[in-house]
């Protein structure tokens, strides 16, 4: 009988009992050996060793061992990602780094299926550099043909992270490569989720974050990916100290380092990279494309058995598995009560405005018994109107 490669990693978590946890996409739990990772640098490295630590603990590397550990999940290799500062910064040092590489156009293609802050990021930059740029957006079904020659960048979203919509990275990067477009691809609810290759789609630039299905805890530090021959001339647009060819020289004027360090910033943030540090430890005994398989049984079970037990709620994802991410949205005028109340329940998934129930699978602690439970919460639920009462219709400041 073959092992279940999922056991032992369920093993690795910490979940409050009676709690079914379908939002790792928005946030992943805690890992036992991430709590115990970050007392270790508490205790241990700060409490002991103070400021040494930067050296004798490893601080100052654990940007690029920590970059390394996520290049393994998203198809780029060792030295083209390091882990720094938020999604939203990395997002603006890309688009500015893309700009540069094609001084000749004007354009920034982007989709109204985008997470909506990397819109804001662009539209930060059309105004920052005040230079004639603007910003284009159209449907998600559109992009592929605004992709012409007068674009500079294309700036996606891999995963619509309303309804897990998927978009097809290497034939939209190889359109756009070969009409001389710089791509930039937003990972946050890709890496970790299911097996991407950016080498192989000849993606320029990348950025994810570290706290959703990496598992890295709220704030978790972000990441930011370039093509390696890029690397050299990506232009430092936030040009810190950690940045620098030579940091501890303390020059008076920037050089930026020749590889992916330039793209670093300020000083990382010791205990939350140690946190994530030891949460992406959780994918050394699985392949991203077990991940994946598990994943698609359990969403397909979970939709099936919802579908069938809840007419009142539509599906917003797509049905062809293939075609979404890891996760399952359902659309309901009174989505956000009934959120509430599944959550009441112990069901936990999240709100996304203005009517999507969202719903994720991360197959590192979720099981096939986990889902076919929370949709029979999910029909009593609906079924029972249980959702109609004060203390669900009234909304939190996070949904």
């Not at 508490?42 to 603990?57: H, K, P, Q, Y």
């Not at 140690?274 to 994946?292: I, N, T, W």
């Not at 956000?336 to 991360?362: E, H, K, N, S």
């Amino acid at each position: 009988m073959t092992e279940d490669p999922f056991a032992k990693t369920r093993a690795l978590f910490e979940l409050p009992a009676g709690v079914i946890y379908l939002d790792g996409n928005s946030l992943g739990p805690m890992m036992t050996r991430a709590r115990a990772r970050v007392l270790r640098e508490i205790d241990e490295s700060w409490g002991r060793e103070l400021i040494r630590a930067w050296n004798s603990a490893g601080w100052i590397d654990l940007p690029a061992r920590v970059g390394d550990k996520i290049a393994k999940l998203i198809g780029a290799p060792a030295g083209s990602v390091i882990a720094a500062d938020s999604t939203s910064i990395n997002l603006y040092k890309a688009l500015i780094a893309a700009l540069r590489l094609a001084p000749t156009r004007k354009l920034i293609l982007s989709d109204n299926g985008n997470f909506p802050t990397d819109l804001y990021i662009a539209e930060g930059v059309v105004a920052t550099l005040d230079a004639g740029y603007r910003l284009k957006v159209v449907g998600p079904e559109d992009v592929e043909a605004a992709i012409d020659g007068e674009v500079a960048v294309l700036m996606l979203t891999q995963v619509d992270y309303r309804t897990g919509r998927l978009h097809d990275m290497a034939r939209l990067t190889e359109k756009a490569r070969a009409l001389g477009i710089v791509t930039v691809w937003d990972l946050a609810h890709s890496a970790g989720a299911f097996p991407v290759d950016l080498t192989a789609c000849g993606v320029d630039f990348a950025v994810g974050c570290g706290y959703k299905y990496l598992n890295g805890g709220p704030g978790a530090p972000a990441f930011i990916y370039a093509r390696p021959d890029l690397q050299s001339q990506a232009a430092a647009a936030l040009s810190g100290w950690m940045g620098h060819a030579a940091p501890f020289d303390f020059d008076l004027s920037y050089r930026p380092a020749p590889n992916i360090d330039r793209l670093r910033s300020g000083t990382p943030s010791v205990l939350s990279m140690a946190c994530l540090d030891a949460a992406l430890d959780a994918f050394d005994s699985v392949e991203m494309a077990q991940v994946r398989a598990r994943s698609i049984e359990l969403s397909e079970a979970f939709r099936a058995r919802v579908e069938a037990l809840c007419p009142q709620l539509t599906l917003a994802s797509p049905r062809d598995p293939a075609a979404r991410g890891s996760q399952i949205s359902f659309r309901f005028a009174n989505g956000y009560a009934a959120m509430q109340a599944l959550i009441a329940r112990g069901v936990i998934g999240d709100f996304r405005a203005p009517d999507i129930m969202r719903f994720g699978f991360t197959p590192l602690y979720v099981s096939l018994s986990d889902v076919l439970a929370a949709a029979e919460i999910i029909a009593e639920v609906m079924n029972r109107r249980a959702w109609d009462k004060p203390e669900f219709l009234s909304r939190n400041k996070v949904t």
